[in-house]
């Protein structure tokens, strides 16, 4: 049977009720005697039976939560008259059939969570008149067809669940549009085409979930633009391209999967740096090169399983070929470069005594320990003295990158030349063919101006 424990409270002519512990059909309870209600919460009472038509006599209620119960049926069009809800609660039922069209009269309502049930049919165009929505839950019904466009117009929208559907066709660009959305969930539907570049005006978003879908083109470079993003999960789709480098600008990423897709392209430096990760997941893509050095050791090596063409010094992981070996030579070179370029600049524009004093300074060290890349001058001690000093005796925060074999160095000498070092591992010199390896790459250095 039906058990209710109610109490009225009269203020100023106005009746408030509230009902709470209730158990049975919700049909029995006659609405019609309570017109006078603000707010119903009968949440998690064992209520079953299908939500009776009366509900719609209930023209005053504003706040409305029936989740956590064994309701079943249709949700009543009646429920439409209620329109001054603001909060509308029916989630965690085994409610069925399809949205009805007449949600546009509901126009006050800024929550509506409707997840966890077995709702069918296509999410109505119009929920794109519910302006004030701030709160938009869907999640795990059976909702098909395409997301409707004229969702752009709900702007006061923070959060936006629409995942576990059968959702499919494009994402809608005019997402892009909702730029307060802080949550933003479309995972496991049949969603296909592109990422829109558009998402990249979304600059308040949190959590942006597009995983297990079907969607393809490149991960978009606006993806920068998402500045307080702490959770990317794009895997499971097929995604291709390279991993853009605008990555390097979410600052406070803390989870990234971008497994499962057809990712190529080296794994872009930046991701590792001034990062505090979580989790990363890059496995089951086409990435090649150098698996980055603090990620080789802050990660676990299933992360970068089944991409064939990555290679790194984590064991039981293939060694980089001579090739990549080179190319992380040439990218060395090229910053060292750039840093004496940066470095002479600025030297020019230091003020006429400062320029005079530094070369007095440089004079005076020149003096005392010559050029060492003369070979009139190279005396072999000073030069490794120096190599420890401008190191720290090789401090990890001087390296720039690991090799096949070694670690590489940058190292600004007394002399203020800026030079890459190569180091070979303690274990390394006992290998003949690194240690021949080593000499090959020296002979072949000193032959060109390296």
Request: proline share 4%; charged share 20%; net charge negative.
């Amino acid at each position: 049977s039906l058990r209710l424990v109610w109490h009225n409270l009269q203020q100023g002519g106005t009746c408030h009720c509230s009902l709470y512990r209730a158990s049975g059909e919700l049909s029995k309870l006659k609405f019609s005697s309570f017109s006078s209600l603000r707010t119903i919460n009968l949440h998690d009472d064992r209520l079953s039976g299908r939500i009776p038509h009366q509900i719609g006599t209930l023209t005053k209620v504003i706040y409305l939560h029936l989740s956590c119960n064994e309701l079943s049926g249709s949700i009543p069009d009646q429920i439409t008259t209620l329109t001054k809800l603001t909060y509308l609660d029916l989630s965690r039922n085994e409610l069925s059939g399809s949205l009805p069209p007449q949600i546009n009269t509901l126009t006050n309502l800024n929550y509506l969570n409707l997840s966890h049930n077995e709702l069918n049919g296509r999410i109505p165009q119009q929920i794109g008149t519910l302006i004030r929505l701030t709160h938009l839950d869907l999640y795990s019904n059976e909702l098909s067809g395409s997301i409707p466009d004229e969702i752009d117009t709900l702007t006061e929208l923070a959060y936006l669940d629409l995942s576990n559907n059968v959702l499919n066709g494009s994402i809608p660009h005019q997402l892009g549009a909702l730029a307060k959305l802080t949550y933003f969930d479309l995972s496991w539907n049949e969603l296909s085409d592109d990422i829109p570049s558009s998402f990249g005006h979304l600059s308040n978003l949190i959590s942006l979930c597009l995983n297990n879908n079907q969607i393809n083109g490149p991960i978009p470079e606006d993806i920068g633009n998402l500045e307080d993003l702490v959770d990317l999960d794009l895997s499971s789709n097929s995604i291709s391209g390279k991993i853009p480098s605008q990555i390097q600008n979410l600052k406070r990423l803390e989870n990234l999967n971008l497994s499962r897709n057809k990712l190529s392209g080296a794994i872009h430096p930046s991701l590792t740096y001034d990062y505090k990760w979580t989790s990363i997941d890059l496995s089951y893509n086409d990435l090649e090169g150098h698996i980055p050095f603090e990620l080789q050791f802050e990660s676990p090596p299933g992360v970068f399983e089944h991409n064939k063409h990555l290679c790194g010094e984590i064991r039981h992981w293939p060694h980089c070929k001579k090739g990549q070996k080179i190319t992380l030579i040439l990218v060395i070179s090229l910053l060292a470069t750039l840093c004496i370029a940066f470095a002479f600049l600025k030297f020019l524009l230091l003020p006429r005594k400062m320029r005079k004093m530094r070369h007095m300074s440089a004079s005076a060290a020149e003096t005392r320990r010559g050029d060492l890349f003369s070979v009139w001058d190279y005396d072999g001690t000073i030069a490794y003295q120096d190599i420890i000093q401008s190191t720290e005796n090789f401090d990890i925060k001087y390296c720039v990158g690991v090799g096949g074999y070694g670690s590489v160095y940058r190292a600004q000498l007394p002399c203020g030349k800026v030079v890459a070092l190569k180091k070979l591992h303690g274990w390394e010199r006992e290998e003949p063919t690194y240690l021949k390896s080593f000499e090959n790459e020296a002979q072949i250095l000193s032959k060109i101006r390296h």
